[in-house]
């Protein structure tokens, strides 16, 4: 009786074990001390930590400092709060796959006296040039971290350099910095979480706040692997995932101290922050919008939009979205027109009447990129559908889009012609465009479906992949322009007419030759050569 409920607590264990998603390692992270301070991480990491059995061991310090960290390869992630340095430091090559997690504002605080009469300005540099002025006592951080940068941005463009028996350069954490403020009845710079934290213990007010210029976003960043290939990246790409996951983003929307939200998620803003937002081609009176995403991100499109504004006085508003996302914008009637490549939806959308004027433009293809050492075979495999199988039946890493996109709808068509469910720790959704999840698979070592054109465009960025399989029929790639209804939109006539220019002879020559003098190759083939492939 006691072996049987022994072997039935050891399959109960196994069992649970098997159902928790388990990292191979712990996860080191370098944050900002407002991130600590406030309490946020005591609610974000024990909910992973239950998730994944895993621990997240923290380092919590001014952002200058966790970028540091990172950069040394002493940490695994780092969550910080300084968007220039951040940029910095991807682009030096230190860190990969920076994702938008959260905003709040910082605020200048004082004791309620205040002898400068700051209180219910909002404007921060007005407010700099005051202090400058010597006759008050101000805490400044000074030691780097993303509240003492952005100080530091407010004393420049106030004109002021900040020096005398006034201004104390602590070289303390907020926390430490707000204690002394109040102590000392100076001013400060705070985030609003750390101040709302400390409130009822230092005895400062808010003076200053909701200058736009007070705007403190935050931003979470894996180490590069290229660069520590010892780093545990898939333990901060899983934390990366999981803090910008609707779970991680509803726990920081609902952290609260005294009953105020301290910090407001953002990764669904950034995530569709460029259909939100936009970029302008030319600046005639006939304005109309357009909504696609490679031809936009590589450049093909402002070639096209500058050269048709040229002739036509008009102006075109670029929303970047994928083939899914575009669609919707159409039926919704937030843009004029589309250029996409999903000839099933494309149909659809005709077919129930929402979308018109469907022409076919050009086309590329879709390549398979993998690691060079090609664990899964996909090289020798005769089509795309058994490369698939190929890297299931291996469980080789694949990065996958995951949003609906052109590119996503193909790759699930040839999930479903090779008889495979993609699902498990080998397949990773990035939910981004085609560029970011190329530069993923490249970071992960993984198999990826990119199109020929951000393959030519990007290939420079990339080390570890190679092209593995191409010339797939079922690969191939047509792109179609589509418009709303007559009367459906005010840029809907313009919109109409910049579909007729991309198909004559002048925009046809414009897509043939787009990139050939840069790359030495087009990154796509004309309606001419695209006809062939259309049913």
Not at 306 to 335: C, I
Request: charge should be positive; glycine fraction near 12%; charged fraction near 25%.
């Amino acid at each position: 009786m006691q072996r049987s409920r022994l072997w039935s607590s050891l399959l109960l264990g196994a069992l649970i074990a098997v159902a928790q998603p388990v990292l191979a390692r712990d996860i080191r992270l370098s944050t900002t001390t407002s991130t600590e301070n406030s309490g946020l991480l005591k609610v974000l990491l024990p909910a992973f930590e239950s998730k994944y059995g895993v621990k997240v061991h923290v380092i919590s310090v001014g952002t200058g400092k966790a970028l540091e960290l990172g950069k040394n390869g002493d940490v695994d992630v780092v969550l910080v709060h300084a968007r220039g340095a951040e940029d910095k430091f991807v682009a030096d090559g230190h860190g990969v796959n920076r994702r938008d997690v959260m905003y709040n504002d910082f605020i200048l605080v004082g004791a309620q006296e205040d002898p400068l009469a700051l209180r219910g300005s909002r404007d921060v540099i007005n407010a700099f040039r005051k202090l400058g002025e010597g006759r008050a006592k101000f805490i400044s951080r000074g030691d780097n971290s993303g509240t003492d940068v952005m100080e530091k941005s407010y004393w420049k463009a106030a004109g002021v350099t900040p020096k005398g028996a006034w201004f104390i350069s602590a070289g303390l954490g907020m926390g430490e910095v707000l204690s002394m403020a109040g102590e000392m009845k100076a001013y400060t710079l705070s985030d609003r979480a750390t101040y709302g934290a400390y409130r009822a213990k230092i005895g400062l007010d808010i003076l200053v706040q909701g200058d736009p210029k007070m705007f403190n976003p935050y931003g979470i960043i894996a180490v590069s692997p290229k660069k520590y290939p010892d780093i545990n990246y898939d333990g901060a790409m899983k934390l990366v995932e999981w803090i910008t996951s609707p779970e991680g983003q509803g726990l920081i929307a609902g952290f609260k101290v005294n009953g105020e939200q301290l910090f407001f998620p953002s990764a669904a803003k950034s995530a569709t922050a460029g259909a939100a937002q936009g970029v302008t081609y030319g600046d005639g009176p006939n304005r109309f919008s357009l909504a696609t995403g490679s031809p936009g991100e590589l450049g093909l499109l402002k070639v096209l939009g500058e050269a048709f504004a040229a002739r036509e006085k008009a102006s075109m508003k670029w929303m970047k979205a994928g083939t899914g996302q575009s669609l919707k914008l159409l039926r919704e009637k937030q843009v004029d027109m589309v250029m996409v490549h999903a000839p099933g939806g494309e149909e659809k959308a005709i077919a129930e009447g929402w979308a018109t004027q469907r022409t076919l433009i050009g086309s590329n293809e879709f390549y398979i990129v993998g690691p060079a050492e090609d664990p899964a075979h996909v090289a020798t495999a005769g089509s795309g559908a058994e490369a698939y199988r190929r890297i299931a039946r291996a469980g080789a890493r694949f990065v996958s889009r995951g949003d609906n996109s052109g590119t996503h709808q193909k790759e699930m068509q040839i999930w479903s012609a090779a008889g495979v469910k993609p699902e498990g720790a080998w397949y990773i959704v990035t939910k981004d465009f085609m560029t970011a999840s190329l530069l993923r698979a490249d970071a992960d070592g993984a198999y990826f479906m990119t199109d020929s054109s951000t393959w030519v465009a990007e290939k420079s960025k990339v080390a570890r992949l190679r092209v593995l399989l191409r010339g797939d029929k079922a690969l191939v790639n047509t792109y179609h322009a589509l418009a709303v209804p007559e009367g459906a939109t005010p840029g809907r006539g313009t919109a109409v007419k910049f579909i007729r220019f991309v198909a004559s002879p002048e925009g046809q020559r414009i897509i043939r030759e787009f990139g050939k003098e840069r790359y030495g190759e087009a990154l796509y083939n004309d309606a001419a050569y695209a006809k062939q492939f259309v049913d």
